[in-house]
C-alpha cells in the first residue's frame, strides 16, 4: 500500500469517527425516566350488570323401551351340558391307558417305575378297575414305598388317578 492510499483510509475513518460522534453529542444513548413521587388514582371499571337468564323450556322424555340382547333371548332356553361337562365325562369313560398322555407315560414309566414299561403297564390293568383313591393309594403305598410323594411325577401320576376314579 503506498503512501497516496494510506492518507484516504485515514481521512474516511477521520469523517467516519466525526459523524459517529456526530450522533451521538446530540441525543444521550438512553434516557432515565424517573417516575412521579405522586401515584395514580386507581378508578374501578364498572361491573356489568347480569343478564337474566331465559328459562329452559321444558321437555317432556320418555324412557326408551329396553331392547332386548341375545342373553334375554337365550334365557328361557333348557341349558344343556357345558362344553367341559360334555369332555369330563368322554374323558371318565376312556380306559386310563388312553387317558394318559405319551408324554406322562415316558415320564411315569422312566421316574416311578424305574424305566419298565411292563411294571407300568401291570399296575395301570391294576388300578384301573379301582373306585376310590383310598384303593389307589393303599395299592401304591402297599407296592411302591420308596416314591417320593412331593415329587412332581408323583403329584402329576397321583392326579391323573384321582380324575380317573371320579
Known sequence: M??????????LLAQLNER??????????????V??????EFIPEPEPEPEAKPEPERVHVTKPKPVPT???LFTNMNPGPTV????????SRNPLKERISFNDKY??????FNQDAGLFNNTIDILEPM??????????????????????????????LEDHVR
Open 2 to 11: 503506498d503512501q497516496k492510499e494510506y492518507s484516504e483510509i485515514k481521512a
Open 20 to 33: 459517529i460522534d456526530a450522533l451521538y453529542q446530540d441525543k444521550p444513548a438512553f434516557e432515565l425516566i
Open 35 to 40: 417516575p412521579d413521587e405522586t401515584e395514580p
Open 70 to 72: 341375545i342373553g334375554d
Open 84 to 91: 367341559a361337562e360334555v369332555l369330563a365325562r368322554s374323558n
Open 107 to 112: 415320564l411315569f414309566t422312566k421316574v416311578l
Open 131 to 160: 373306585t376310590s383313591m383310598r384303593e389307589v393309594e393303599s395299592y401304591l403305598g402297599t407296592h411302591f414305598p420308596n416314591w417320593d410323594v412331593t415329587s412332581p411325577a408323583v403329584h402329576r401320576f397321583l392326579c391323573q
